[in-house]
T-cell receptor
Framework: NAGVTQTPKFQVLKTGQSMTLQCAQD?????MSWYRQDPGMGLRLIHY???????DQGEVPNGYNVSRSTTEDFPLRLLSAAPSQTSVYFC????????????????FGPGTRLTVL | AQKVTQAQTEISVVEKEDVTLDCVYE???????LFWYKQPPSGELVFLIR??????QNEISGRYSWNFQKSTSSFNFTITASQVVDSAVYFC??????????????FGTGTQLKVEL
């Protein structure tokens, strides 16, 4: 298994540009999430999904869109990038309740470092 | 609303010293889960431990140990005989509800641990 993969690893955008951060997992996990990490603020939840076709907002959803058309993929879209979206973005996944075990937890991708000029 | 506080922003120790990283949490739920993640300089997030609110037993894994005390809402992490490879940012996180894997994690701001020779 490749686990959770994210592309690209680095990206520089100009203000107003749009782009999609890709996230994929090959573990047949139901739950997927996007977090952003900013200095001194830890990680904050942007959006999450409990299964294909179902998404919901997290703590800081403004400026981001998501969709979940397949179990494997959970892309994060920035419609009009702003300098405040400069951050490191992490995608995470975990099994659904049916796969719950005492060791089940969220697995994080390697992150995407985004800079908006 | 849930909250996680890691008051120690940065800790520096000399190799072989013991070090404790503090984590204090706030939640109104009776069922919740606590986590520790390690983020080495390479940037990925590495899962260390998950503990549910009904299990106050302390846990030891090699040089790592965790002390969970509901009475003080704390979940502290101790590294015994620290090594340079332990240098990283450590995050404490909280998830409420019955989804044990933590679909919606609230992170603390992290503690930067530097272990020097």
């Amino acid at each position: 298994n490749a686990g959770v993969t994210q592309t690209p690893k680095f990206q520089v955008l100009k203000t107003g540009q749009s782009m999609t951060l890709q996230c994929a997992q090959d573990m047949n996990h139901e739950y997927m999430s996007w977090y952003r990490q900013d200095p001194g603020m830890g990680l904050r939840l942007i959006h999450y999904s409990v299964g294909a076709g179902i998404t919901d907002q997290g703590e800081v959803p403004n400026g981001y869109n998501v969709s979940r058309s397949t179990t494997e993929d959970f892309p994060l879209r920035l419609l009009s990038a702003a300098p405040s979206q400069t951050s490191v973005y992490f995608c995470a996944s975990r099994k659904g309740l049916a796969g719950e075990t005492t060791t089940d937890t969220q697995y994080f991708g390697p992150g995407t470092r985004l800079t908006v000029l | 609303a849930q909250k996680v506080t890691q008051a120690q922003t940065e800790i520096s120790v000399v190799e072989k010293e013991d070090v404790t990283l503090d984590c204090v949490y706030e939640t109104r739920d009776t069922t919740y889960y606590l986590f520790w993640y390690k983020q080495p300089p390479s940037g990925e997030l590495v899962f260390l431990i998950r503990r549910n609110s009904f299990d106050e037993q302390n846990e030891i894994s090699g040089r790592y140990s965790w002390n969970f005390q509901k009475s003080t809402s704390s979940f502290n992490f101790t590294i015994t005989a620290s090594q340079v490879v332990d240098s990283a940012v450590y995050f404490c996180a909280l998830s409420e509800g019955v989804t044990g894997g933590g679909n919606k994690l609230t992170f603390g701001t992290g503690t930067q641990l530097k272990v020097e020779l």
